[in-house]
């Protein structure tokens, strides 16, 4: 149990790693095999707060701290990799409609995504844009009434499920001369479709790829202010850097408790694996991981909590977290031998879905890069 939480958070940590255990572990593999997810289980999450857990109460939400909502997403990443993938995602257009929505934008998108009763998909990455999102070649042009959208969007979580993408076009209009705005776009909009994109890691999370082709978008679905979109989309990113690196400790430690269970249990040479002293090394290795990469999560949630803008914490964290879940995967897939390669024995996915965790919401280059301009004041990243 973690030593940054106070006792109201242990009792819900408690509470929810039980309800995950029961309810979630059990079908987990039913959807790797078939890439699905099953959005159901949101109906009973959300009572916990996985559902608008960052907004205001007077939006519907829980209005709960960093730490609590770090601490929600740790658990959902000790269960279920695209569990925490599909809640960052969902919760991500939560707070963007919380934030910059119009009264009736919270009654049309926000109040049945609080309900799971609409499921929403982020379209920022294209085919040639992914670190550099100043460089968006989507685009929105304003004519009358609407918009229309042109464009591709590639990489997008849960992009063929969705009901709204939340999707940053660069916006042409008689105030706007090529800045990026937000729009919702809504799944039956003639000219939008989503594919699938078949992937390595968090295979039931439904990546895919978005094709705008001259959409029709209602003024009135604009999310904020025209060609102001940069600043909100990189505040939002800096936050969600905390969820995955959170979501990664969660992961560590599942593959950290399975090793030490099995080294605990396996015999060779006559003594449990556990006895052997190479095997000690990689389970002190990952415990030294795990703990540092919590200690840094929680620091900059802390940070976060005290209203600090916390770029350094929240890009050290992510680089980190993200990093040693990876490395701790692989030194728990060592410790299981060949069991840890079976599809179906969770070392096999938690190995895949821990690489997930470095590459969206910045890349560790980028984080590195982030975490050396506000150390130096020097910027390397372009
Ligand atoms: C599991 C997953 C889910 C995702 N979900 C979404 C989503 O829902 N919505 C969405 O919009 N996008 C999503 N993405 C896309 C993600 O945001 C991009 O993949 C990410 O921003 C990196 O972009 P890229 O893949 O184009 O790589 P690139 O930006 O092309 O980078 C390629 C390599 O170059 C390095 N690099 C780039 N610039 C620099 C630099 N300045 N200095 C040093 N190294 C650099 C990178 O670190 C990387 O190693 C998702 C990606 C993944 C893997």
Redesign the pocket.
């Known amino acids: 149990m973690s030593a940054y939480l106070d006792p109201e958070q242990k009792i819900l940590k408690e509470q929810v790693d039980r309800w995950l255990a029961e309810n979630v572990t059990p079908i987990i593999n039913k959807h790797e095999k078939d890439c699905t997810f099953p959005f159901e289980i949101l109906d009973e999450l959300k009572n916990f707060g996985y559902l608008g857990g960052k907004i205001p109460e007077a939006d519907g939400g829980f209005d709960l701290p960093y730490t609590t909502w770090g601490m929600l997403m740790e658990s959902a990443g000790y269960c279920w990799g695209s569990l925490r993938?599909i809640v960052n995602?969902t919760n991500g257009t939560i707070q963007k409609l919380s934030r910059f929505g119009t009264p009736d934008q919270k009654e049309r998108f926000l109040k049945p995504m609080l309900q799971n009763k609409l499921k929403s998909?982020?379209?920022?990455?294209e085919p040639n844009?992914?670190?550099?999102v100043r460089g968006i070649e989507c685009r929105a042009v304003k004519k009358g009434d609407h918009y229309v959208i042109t464009g591709r969007?590639?990489?997008?979580?849960?992009g063929i499920n969705a009901d709204i993408c939340q999707v940053v076009a660069r916006t042409y209009s008689d105030e706007c001369d090529g800045e990026l705005s937000t729009f919702i776009v809504e799944k039956g909009m003639p000219g939008y479709s989503a594919k699938r994109v078949e992937?390595l890691?968090?295979r039931p999370?439904g990546?895919s790829e978005l094709e705008f082709d001259n959409v029709k978008v209602p003024v009135e679905n604009r999310l904020g202010p025209e060609g102001k979109a940069l600043s909100g989309t990189l505040a939002g990113l800096n936050t969600a850097r905390v969820n995955i690196a959170m979501g990664a400790v969660g992961a560590a430690q599942s593959a950290l408790d399975l090793s030490i269970e099995y080294a605990k249990t396996r015999s060779q040479f006559g003594k449990l694996i556990g006895e052997h002293q190479l095997v000690q090394k990689y389970i002190v290795d990952m415990t030294i991981r795990v703990k540092a990469a919590r200690a840094l999560s929680y620091t900059a949630a802390q940070a976060l909590d005290r209203g600090e803008e916390a770029r350094e914490d929240c890009s050290i964290a992510k680089l980190y977290a993200t990093k040693a879940a990876f490395e701790v995967a692989d030194m728990a897939l060592q410790v299981h031998g060949g069991l840890g390669y079976a599809v179906g024995y969770p070392i096999e996915r938690i190995f895949r879905d821990t690489k997930?965790g470095m590459?969206?919401?910045?890349?560790?280059?980028?984080q590195t890069?982030i975490a050396g301009r506000e150390i130096l004041g020097l910027n390397?990243?372009?």
């Open positions: 993938t995602i998909c982020t379209g920022l990455s844009v992914g670190s550099d969007k590639l990489w997008i979580t849960n992937k890691v968090l999370t990546t997930g590459i969206p919401e910045g890349t560790v280059e980028v890069l390397a990243i372009t």
